[in-house]
């Protein structure tokens, strides 16, 4: 909490919008933080064309996006959404014209390396992300009840199903996956247990919540956000990021 996770992953999504016309964003909100406002404010900035704006009779500006849809969990348990996306990828058009040229040449074939238009999917987050058998065994198991102890394993295995899928589905399909997870202490039930730290950067005492270890290895990158404070030019001692409260 209060790392700027959302906030880095809105505003990387949206550079990615601002340089690929024809892109495309779908986000699946599980923790409702992903409002409109917050993607419209980083739009404006990074594809100001991807933003429409309008006062409502109430005399309140809002907000249309486009090519953006923003869901949440009340609309799609986990396993479902990725389903859909995936159906979609079989589906979208794959025709020359589809294809965006990149500044990057083949070393084998000297030619331009050619990309199906990027189709971004954020999900925020990960950790939160919900999913059929986990809510089945919710209704039928009061809290409390030691069933419950199988609650996120159960969940567990559906997300490495997800995840294990992710790789082949994104590069076969041009689909690009951007999830978040939170970050919270490790607890040890025994003081006396070697620290273990299952990533360079971070801590031992700090773990990837709700999340499985198919996360830590099958992403291409992964970002930490411990902490976030303003950054203060070093000559003039003046903020450079935030400037002011729209930022």
Request: hydrophobic content about 30%.
């Amino acid at each position: 909490a209060n790392s700027a996770k959302t906030g880095k992953a809105i505003y990387d999504c949206t550079t990615v919008l601002g340089r690929y016309p024809g892109s495309s964003l779908t986000a699946l909100d599980t923790e409702s933080t992903l409002t409109v406002d917050r993607v419209a404010a980083s739009c404006k900035r990074l594809c100001p064309d991807r933003v429409k704006t309008y006062i409502d009779d109430n005399g309140i500006e809002q907000y249309i996006l486009e090519d953006i849809t923003i869901t949440n969990s009340t609309q799609y348990l986990g396993e479902e959404f990725f389903k859909d996306f995936k159906e979609y990828g079989k589906n979208r058009p794959k025709l020359k014209a589809d294809y965006h040229a990149t500044p990057f040449i083949d070393p084998d074939t000297n030619q331009v390396i050619s990309i199906l238009k990027p189709d971004l999917v954020l999900v925020d987050s990960f950790s939160q992300l919900n999913v059929g058998a986990m809510e089945e065994m919710q209704d039928k198991v009061a809290a409390g009840d030691s069933k419950q102890n199988m609650l996120w394993m159960t969940g567990g295995k559906v997300k490495s199903q997800i995840l294990n899928e992710l790789p082949v589905i994104s590069e076969k399909y041009g689909l690009y996956y951007y999830l978040t997870t939170q970050i919270g202490e490790n607890k040890e039930m025994d003081p006396y247990a070697p620290k273990r730290s299952t990533l360079s950067y971070l801590k031992s005492n700090l773990k990837i919540k709700k999340a499985p270890d198919e996360y830590r290895y099958n992403a291409h990158n992964l970002w930490f956000n411990f902490k976030m404070k303003p950054l203060i030019n070093q000559t003039t001692k003046a903020p450079e990021y935030p400037k002011n409260s729209d930022e």
